[in-house]
């Protein structure tokens, strides 16, 4: 017997010694030296541990809140990782009601002269910031971290917002080693619960029933002169239903090409608020309809109302229109003006800062207070014009009707049934050309009576490049030649994006690109700063080895720095969607003279092949006229969205497009 429970305290020793301990403060050397995450070798950073609690407290003074309790701790494998000891709490305020941000602190460790070393997070490193009306931000970077700390730090979240849980987070861009979630909802509370349909992983989630009470006292008093106080003690005692998820070894969430945001396919759990219902009392409903979530941001002041004020701007848009009579014509100036008047400061928003009238006199304004004001200036003009709402890239895709299922809010126009969509934000965005964080599926159009339709976002129509490449053989078969590009629709404004205030200088850098051995000269731009024209891009260049000689043969190949060389889909197999940001034709055409004292040994094959029947085709046509040769090739992208499914095809689809621009050009001696 004696050996038996020596036994059984030997095997809890081994246990006790092997066992992580995951208590704060409790961070091993074993942990501290390890120099690789063993499940991903590639991972720059992994969470070995991360905790997160949410509970309902009650108070007699505030009623119930929202207490929040995280804990994290994560190892940094090496210098790739540092961003990970730079974190963000954000925390909401609304009027009077604000949540706060409690008991914060870290820690750093390191091995030095091989002990285990910590460094705690300063006060005087945690800093506050306004991101906007609605939201403020606690940042702080962990001190001392280099390759192969280990840090960890934890906080409290305590919110007024007892209805609104926001999203759980079951996944990061790095490995999570061990996950500890818990959210225990009272009895008065009834959620749905919604794991990321886009996520390629499985969670799962458990519940238990369990017990909270409470002992509220109040103090009474009575008498006159001679006042006696009786204290009072009552017990408030109510059911809740505790959700958990223990998990261990979850991947890191990998980007791949061609994506539309990396966080929209993270794994994350989302809290819908369906009834409460209290003793004694009704039932109070939060579960909308689409309809209904319109109809309520429609009724808000800072929504609706900011639609019907035209005074503060009537005398200004006045003189705008002047002349204009035509639907497009009064579009584009109404746009312009807006922009050239209000400056967007960055903040999301589909409620207005501080209104549209102080953002008018003031110059600046969230998205909000621009595009809300955009949208009564196009009424005011006579047009049909309407708020659309939006859940930007960045906030994902609403998964159930909520609120905080959108984030933004652009002007639309209704005419030759057609909806036309504008957003004054953006110095280049055009009708029908939005930023790029607002092309996220489908936005939802309210009307003033608080009725609503869905919007399609992304498919507003096809843009065009095109590119022309004239070569000319010189002496020892250096080339000299010129390069024009073309572009219109999103792809012109993409062009302004990247090379807005860009000098001349990095400009020929960037031309110079992956080019080979070039020389590029008298670069110009036209309508590069005028958005509503094609804007063109022109350069002569040197080129010395574009082409390779073997004795007698010549090889050249016949797109040259314009060949599509690679095949962007280079992996086996895919997980997520593939995402083209939009419709797109790219036309190249070279015109090329034969050199003296060569001729023509063998052309590549002209071909044409379809990608799922007409969702995207591609043309290669090369035909030679006496001494000359011209090139052609046609990329046509109808379709924007793939599913993993039709990866296999569009890979194929790239190869054959590189394996034509490999072919080359046989030229012989004469």
């Known amino acids: 017997m004696k050996k038996f429970y020596l036994g059984c305290l030997l095997i809890l020793f081994v246990f006790n010694v092997n066992a992580q301990n995951y208590k704060y403060g409790k961070v091993s050397k074993k942990e501290v030296a390890a120099t690789s995450y063993e ?3 590639s991972a720059n950073a992994a969470v070995l541990y991360r905790e997160q609690h949410i509970y309902y407290d009650y108070s007699k003074a505030e009623g119930f809140q929202v207490i929040e309790e995280v804990f994290e701790r994560v190892k940094i494998y090496n210098k790739e990782g540092f961003d990970w000891a730079t974190r963000n709490i954000d925390y909401y305020v609304s ?8 008991s914060l ?17 300063d006060k005087d490193a945690i800093f506050e910031e306004e991101v906007n009306k609605y939201r403020e931000r606690i940042k702080f970077t962990m001190p001392a971290v280099k390759a192969g700390s280990v840090i960890e730090f934890k906080y409290i979240r305590t919110s007024p917002f007892i209805t609104s849980i926001d999203d759980i987070p079951l996944q990061y861009t790095i490995p999570i080693k061990n996950l500890d979630f818990q959210i225990a909802i009272p009895e008065y509370y009834t959620f749905n619960t919604h794991f990321n349909p886009r996520s390629t992983l499985r969670y799962d989630l458990t519940s238990h029933t369990g017990r909270s ?12 002169y001679v006042q006696k106080s009786n204290a009072t003690v009552q017990k408030l005692e109510f059911s809740k239903t505790i959700y958990e998820i223990n998990q261990e070894e979850i991947p890191a969430l990998k980007s791949e090409p061609y994506i539309d945001y990396l966080r929209n396919y993270a794994g994350f759990l989302k809290m819908e608020l369906v009834f409460i219902k209290y003793p004694n009392s009704n039932i109070e409903n939060y579960a909308l309809t689409w309809e209904n979530v319109a ?5 808000h002041p800072e929504f609706g109302d900011q639609l019907e004020k035209s005074r503060y701007f009537e005398d200004d848009l006045d003189a705008v229109l002047v002349g204009k009579s035509g639907v ?3 579009i584009s100036a109404i746009l312009e003006f807006v922009k050239s008047k209000v400056k967007w400061n960055d903040y999301l928003g589909y409620y207005t800062d501080e209104g549209v009238k102080e953002a008018y006199k003031e110059g600046s304004g969230n998205s909000a207070d621009i595009n809300l004001m955009l949208t009564a200036m196009l009424k005011y003009a006579g047009l049909d014009a309407n708020p659309v709402l939006i859940s930007t890239k960045s906030n994902g895709i609403p998964v159930f009707p909520t609120r905080n299922g959108f984030n933004y809010v652009v002007a639309s126009v209704k005419y030759n049934n057609k909806t036309t969509l504008i957003d004054a ?5 055009l009708p029908n050309i939005l930023p790029e964080h607002a092309q996220n599926w489908l936005g939802r159009l309210v009307r003033t009576d608080g009725s609503s339709e869905l919007i399609e976002l992304m498919n507003l129509g096809v843009s065009e490049t095109k590119k022309i490449l004239k070569i000319k053989f010189e002496d020892a078969l250096s080339i000299n030649g010129s390069f024009t590009q073309i572009a219109s629709g999103y792809s012109a404004k993409e062009f302004r994006d990247e090379h807005e205030n860009m000098s001349e200088e990095n400009l020929i850098k960037e031309l110079e690109e992956g080019k080979g051995n070039i020389e590029i000269l008298d670069v110009k731009l036209k309508n590069d700063d005028s958005n509503y024209a094609e804007v063109t891009e ?3 260049f040197k080129l010395k080895n574009g082409v390779e000689k073997i004795s007698d043969n010549v090889y050249i190949k016949p797109m040259f720095f314009m060949a599509q060389s690679t095949n962007p889909f280079k992996a086996d197999e895919r997980k997520l969607p593939i995402f083209f940001k939009y419709p797109s034709t790219e036309s190249k055409t070279v015109y090329m003279q034969i050199p003296d004292n060569y001729k023509v040994e063998s052309l590549p094959e002209s071909k044409m092949f379809d990608l799922n029947e007409g969702q995207g085709s591609y043309k290669f046509i090369i035909l030679q006229s006496g001494n000359f040769i011209k090139v052609t090739s046609e990329l046509k992208m109808n379709n924007i969205v793939y599913t993993p499914d039709d990866y296999q095809n569009l890979k194929r689809f790239y190869d054959g497009m590189v394996a034509l621009n490999s072919e080359a050009i046989v030229l012989t001696k004469i």
Do not use: H, M, P, W
Not at 213 to 223: E, H, P, T
Not at 295 to 299: A, N, P, R, T
């Open 39 to 41: 499940k991903d070798s």
């Open 95 to 102: 009027g009077n009601n604000k949540e706060s941000i409690s």
């Open 105 to 121: 602190k870290g820690e750093t460790y390191n091995i030095e002269n091989g002990k285990l070393t910590s460094v705690k997070l």
């Open 213 to 224: 009470s409470y002992n509220i006292s109040s103090v009474s008093r009575s008498g006159g």
């Open 295 to 299: 109809e309520k941001i429609q009724s």
């Open 328 to 330: 497009e014509d009064k």
């Open 425 to 429: 934000t953006d110095k280049n965005a």
């Open 538 to 540: 022109i350069f002569n």
